[in-house]
């Protein structure tokens, strides 16, 4: 099983990739952020992607996740670990924490941007459960045999796993004000950020596993001793946060890399409402990646 990675801010390659190719693609939705790494880690087949860019060249609302996601896709990738940076708005989610999300709250403007679809062919896939259940747990069981085993930061205090976790997906480039991030906290959110609800989005209409992986940097603006979120501070913290990442994900390779039993791999099945035979062929060519599996070519 071939698995995907998707790099957030701080994560630009992968290091532990061995015999990389680098893999440029043209999609029918343009070209994805970058060249895609592809090689071996542990022994498993691994593509990665840096979400922004190699060097960050790419702001949140530039990021094209439909040609990423597609050539996640056309690339054979069956999951995807997804790493992103996020503010933090719970006291207990601290800065070096880990917080695998398992929902979502979208505050986009970009919603046409988050399916394959349209242009003819409409499609409306579960999404009530956001992340892959199986995948979830197999990165949570990796990412607490690794932040066990790290020493306590210079507070005493030793990185925490939190298992769930609300996502609330903010346009950005801008951190929020102190008041919208006083509303996302009164509204029960956990984590902000700016990426991971279009990938989740696409993913789950590719038929790909996918699962974030949050690693907080700061506690947005609304802490009242905490000092307020910088990018010098973003950074400051994530480059401590990304070999704990890197170390998760080479923990968990292998174990994600069995087959599963997900509902993941057959979610566009009877999601489709438009008939065959009302397909627009233009259409039809660009989305056959995903529709063949269910409407061959006659």
Known sequence: ????????????????????????????????????????????????????GRGHTLMPS????????????????????????????????????????????DRTKRSADHTFFGRGIVAHVAFADPVCGELHDQVAEAAERVLEALPPGPAGRRPHLHRRGTYLNMEGPAFSTRAESYLHKSWGMDVIGMTNLAEAKLAREAEICYATMALVTDYDCWHAV???????????????????????????????????????????????ITAPDRFPAKTRAELDLFLAKYFPAK
């Open 1 to 52: 099983m071939k698995i995907g990675i998707i790099g957030g801010s701080g994560l630009y390659g992968f290091d532990d990739i061995r015999n990389p190719r680098d893999v440029t693609l043209d999609t029918p939705f343009g070209r994805p952020s970058d060249a895609y790494q592809c090689g071996e880690v542990e022994g498993v087949e691994t593509v990665f992607l840096a979400r922004h």
């Open 62 to 105: 530039e990021i094209n996740f439909r040609a990423n996601l597609y050539g996640m896709k056309a690339l054979g990738v069956e999951r995807i670990i997804s790493v992103s940076a996020v503010g933090s708005l719970r006291e207990e989610m601290a800065p070096r924490d880990v917080v695998l999300v398992d929902q979502f709250v």
């Open 226 to 272: 905490h000092e307020d979120v910088t990018i010098d501070l973003v950074v400051k913290t994530l480059l401590a946060n990304v070999e704990a990442a890197r170390a998760i994900i080479r923990l968990a390779l292998p174990r994600v890399a069995r087959p599963g039993a997900c509902a993941c791999r057959d979610a566009l099945r009877n999601a489709v």
